[in-house]
């Protein structure tokens, strides 16, 4: 059975994962210098151990209402080739096996799905398994 490894995180209630091969490490919420004249959903950039990292709010990206972030708010440092993103998200939860046959593709969700690559079913949860590729293809930062 072949499976692989996500990380999973929380926007509200929803959950969502990551492969963790794209996971650089998980950061708290740090100070971020606004870009000018960004996209709304492009927080700014960080200086994350001498590199300067672009932050993206992924609710803003998902157009999810903003809410104001927490001691549980997270920055997931990913990279993708040589792109390296932060993603601002609700908090992290854990790190998960899943089952390749345990994933539905993404058309059953309604809306814009470009972002998505599937839902994992597991233990009666459902995680929506981010596109990170798609993602960072569409993020003008």
């Given amino acids: 059975m072949e499976s692989f ?3 999973a995180f929380k926007l509200g ?10 996971v ?3 950061e708290r919420i740090q100070q971020i210098t606004r870009v000018p004249n960004a996209p709304h959903y492009v927080k700014g950039v960080i200086n994350l151990r001498g590199t300067v990292t672009p932050v993206i709010d992924l609710r803003a990206k998902l157009d999810f209402d903003c809410t104001d972030y927490t001691k549980d708010t997270r920055v997931i440092i990913t990279k993708n080739e040589e792109i390296q993103l932060g993603i601002i998200v609700d908090r992290t939860s854990d790190v ?28 009666g949860r ?15 930062y």
């Fill in 13 to 22: 209630e929803e959950e969502y994962g990551l492969d963790i091969t794209n």
């Fill in 126 to 140: 459902l995680i929506i398994l981010l596109n990170l590729e798609e993602l960072m293809k569409t993020t003008n």
């Fill in 24 to 26: 650089q490490s998980i």
């Fill in 5 to 7: 490894k996500i990380v």
């Fill in 96 to 123: 998960l096996d899943i089952a390749k046959e345990n994933i539905e593709n993404a058309t059953s969700l309604s809306g814009n799905t470009e972002f998505f690559e599937g839902i994992a079913k597991l233990n």
